[in-house]
């Protein structure tokens, strides 16, 4: 059984930095591509970033370019770096992968 679990939001002030992580087990293969999407209130969910190939570079929302940062954790897992958040950045936020989805985790920016 494939699953994916995000982890490391919560509620922050605009400026302040959080992490999230992703963990994936259950997939047979590994190096896939992967993907951070968000969705706010009222709004369609939409990509974030995105790791589409082995050592491929990774691409940006222009919403989020210089602020958020994504990697691999190792084969499986990745991590998305936001810093500088601002309130847009509030809404829930999903890891994906060929075929499966995380479950989302709430990101909040606010004072």
């Known amino acids: 059984q494939v699953q994916l679990v995000e982890s490391g939001g919560g509620l922050v002030q605009p400026g302040g930095s959080l992490r999230l992580s992703c963990a994936v087990s259950g997939f047979t293969f590994k190096l896939y591509p992967m993907d951070w999407y968000r969705q706010a209130p009222g709004k369609e969910r939409e990509l974030v970033a995105a790791?589409?190939?082995?050592?491929?570079?990774t691409n940006y929302a222009d919403s989020v370019k210089g602020r958020f940062t994504m990697s691999r954790a190792n084969a499986k897992d990745f991590y998305l770096q936001m810093n500088n958040l601002k309130p847009e950045d509030t809404a829930v936020y999903y890891c994906?992968?060929?075929?499966?989805w995380g479950q989302g985790i709430q990101v909040t920016v606010s004072s």
């Open positions: 790791i589409r190939s082995p050592g491929g570079s």
């Open positions: 994906h992968i060929p075929g499966f």
